[in-house]
């Protein structure tokens, strides 16, 4: 089966970085996303990796390193609009169907 | 249209009725997703539409559960029989294709009470 792990809980202060770690056990790897979803609304995509390595994409990065089984999302000078729930989502095998994780609630505070 | 659509937005049945979820995936898009997302639970796969592929049912929970798509456009998830702990928002989510990034839309609120 597949297995996706991600902190239940992160909270952080304004303007500071946080780093919210995504850890998988699957059968096969395509590749690895990242969503952002604010209370009450659809999931938005914010990133995908299928290489290892760093991705960076304005205040947002993404880290990969397939051998380990382990993404990163690192989100930089945080904002309060930032407080959402960040969904780690794996992509395998042929079927490209992606398992989610729990996700990790993030709160911004002043 | 410019982005995934699904209605109701919101819907309260009552245990025991059957209901009818519609999702209008973005145009051109191939690949339509069904997910339950429960109260503190990650996303569930439903079922997954591929062009004119037999879809993958393999994440329906039970045969109350069916999902059609028709013209290769427009999805229907029907739940027949509706239990308490079918009350879930389900969103729907396509993408041009297979491999490439999702788009959901803002989901609809079951609850069966």
């Known amino acids: 089966g597949q297995n996706i792990d991600q902190p239940t809980e992160m909270t952080a202060t304004e303007g500071a970085i946080v780093q919210i770690n995504c850890t998988y056990q699957?059968?096969?790897?395509?590749?690895l996303f990242w969503y952002q979803q604010h209370a009450g609304e659809a999931p938005t995509f914010l990133s995908y990796n299928v290489l290892d390595g760093l991705e960076e994409k304005g205040r947002f990065s993404s880290f990969l390193s397939r051998s380990k089984g382990y993404s990163y999302l690192l989100l930089k000078e945080l904002q309060m609009k930032d407080s959402a729930s960040y969904l780690c989502?794996?992509?395998?095998?042929?079927?490209?169907?992606?398992?989610f994780g729990r996700g990790t609630s993030l709160i911004v505070h002043p | 249209g410019a982005g995934v659509s699904q209605s109701p937005s919101n819907k309260v049945t009552e245990k025991g009725k059957d209901v009818e979820l519609r999702c209008d995936p973005i145009?051109?898009?191939?690949?339509l997703y069904w997910y339950r997302q429960s109260l503190g639970q990650g996303l569930e796969f439903l079922i997954y539409f591929q062009g004119n592929s037999a879809p993958d049912k393999s994440g329906l929970p039970s045969d109350r559960f069916s999902a059609e798509r028709t013209g290769g456009s427009v999805s229907t998830l029907t739940i027949q029989r509706t239990q308490q702990e079918d009350s879930a928002v389900y969103l729907c989510?396509?993408?041009?294709?297979?491999?490439?990034?999702?788009?959901f839309g803002s989901g609809t609120r079951l609850t069966v009470v």
């Open positions: 989502a794996v992509e395998t095998g042929g079927s490209y169907i992606p398992t």
């Open positions: 145009s051109g898009h191939t690949a």
């Open positions: 699957t059968s096969g790897f395509n590749g």
């Open positions: 989510a396509s993408s041009p294709k297979t491999g490439d990034g999702y788009t």
